[in-house]
């Protein structure tokens, strides 16, 4: 199994500019997240899936959209890229269940993006 | 609402040292708590996780916690550091039960282990 799995590694947009994140899964989980990762901020959560079909704001949402695209694909979009959108961005799954591997959340490498 | 407290933002520490990296929270509700892990330029890996039973909870790379549920706190110990746990420790906590796992994560740790 790949676990999660994001695309790209590295980005370097200019302001205004628009791009997709993408994220896939292979373990079955029902639920995925997006987060951004900011110096000394910890991990704050974009928005999150909790099933297919389903998609809520977190805490920072402003400025991105999502799409499940299926149980295994969850993209984040920039419409218009800002400097302050700088980050690092995480994708994560998770589901319920009993078992040494349900009710935690499982990570992607994670994307760096710069804005310019 | 929930939330999470790092007490600490860097920790140095000498090898062979033990550590104590802390975290407090607040919530009204029953809660899972988690600490993960992320060393340089990767992405974060689960040390542990209390869901309920026994307050101490075993991790991997020899590292434990302990629950205390009077004091709302998960504090992240190991008796003998390595210069291979420099890294950033994450604690999280979730609401009990949850049907959506949403995560809220603390500010981050800097474990700094020395020579």
């Known amino acids: 199994n790949a676990g999660v799995t994001q695309t790209p590694k590295f980005q370097v947009l200019k302001t205004g500019q628009s791009m997709t994140l993408q994220c896939a899964q292979d373990?079955?989980?029902?639920?995925m997240y997006w987060y951004r990762q900011d110096p000394g901020m910890g991990l704050r959560l974009i928005y999150y899936?909790?099933?297919?079909?389903?998609?809520d704001k977190g805490e920072v949402p402003n400025g991105y959209n999502v799409s499940r695209l299926n149980k295994r694909e969850f993209s984040l979009r920039l419409e218009s890229a800002a400097p302050s959108q700088t980050s690092v961005y995480f994708c994560?799954?998770?589901?319920?269940?009993?078992?040494?591997?349900?009710?935690?959340?499982?990570f992607g490498p994670g994307t760096r993006l710069t804005v310019l | 609402a929930q939330s999470v407290t790092q007490l600490d933002s860097q920790v140095p520490v000498f090898e062979e040292a033990p550590v104590e990296l802390r975290c407090n929270y607040s919530?009204?509700?029953?809660?899972?708590l988690f600490w993960y892990v992320q060393y340089p330029n990767q992405g974060l890996q689960l040390l542990l996780k209390y869901l309920s039973g026994s307050t101490l909870v075993k991790g991997i790379n020899g590292f434990e916690a302990e629950f205390n549920k009077s004091q709302t706190s998960f504090h992240l110990r190991k008796p003998s550091v390595h210069i291979s746990d420099t890294a950033e420790y994450f604690c999280?906590?979730?609401?009990?039960?949850?049907?959506?796992?949403?995560?809220?994560f603390g500010q981050g740790t800097t474990l700094q282990v020395k020579p």
């Open positions: 899936s909790a099933s297919e079909g389903t998609t």
């Open positions: 999280a906590v979730s609401r009990g039960s949850s049907n959506t796992g949403k995560l809220i």
């Open positions: 919530s009204s509700v029953s809660v899972y």
């Open positions: 994560a799954s998770w589901t319920s269940g009993r078992g040494s591997s349900y009710n935690e959340q499982f």
């Open positions: 373990m079955n989980h029902n639920s």
